[in-house]
């Protein structure tokens, strides 16, 4: 299994990016997918999550209103356009699969990617 995340770099405040993950080794489209954060000297948090047939998602207060995620099946893919950045969201962020009613990730991390949000 593998994520390869990618499109992350330092915007100033209130900016946009968009990241994206490419998934392999694992039957992706039967999973809800979730992108995470972990921040300097913190833990790593679920940020949101798509579920598999991608009608559904979920985000953290945090986030709400400003982040969306998104996914193609076809391409083994997700995405996770963030707007509106607050330097409190500068972190790496990771993606995997992620249980349908928890923040359990099911498999190994990949290398991330570094949002930084600063003037």
């Known amino acids: 299994v593998q994520f390869v995340e990618s499109g992350g770099g330092l915007v100033q405040p209130g900016g946009s990016l968009r990241l994206s993950c490419a998934a392999s080794?694992?039957?992706?489209?039967?999973?809800?997918m979730g992108w995470y954060r972990q921040a300097p000297g913190r833990g790593r948090e679920l940020v949101t999550r798509i579920h598999s047939a991608g009608g559904t998602t979920n985000y953290a207060d945090s986030v709400k209103g400003r982040f969306t995620i998104s996914r193609d099946n076809a391409k083994q893919t997700v995405y996770l356009q963030m707007n509106s950045l607050k330097p409190e969201d500068t972190a790496v962020y990771y993606c995997?699969?992620?249980?349908?009613?928890?923040?359990?990730?099911?498999?190994?991390w990949g290398n991330g990617t570094l949002v930084t949000v600063s003037s």
């Open positions: 080794g694992f039957t992706f489209r039967s999973y809800a």
């Open positions: 995997n699969a992620v249980s349908s009613v928890s923040d359990y990730a099911f498999y190994s």
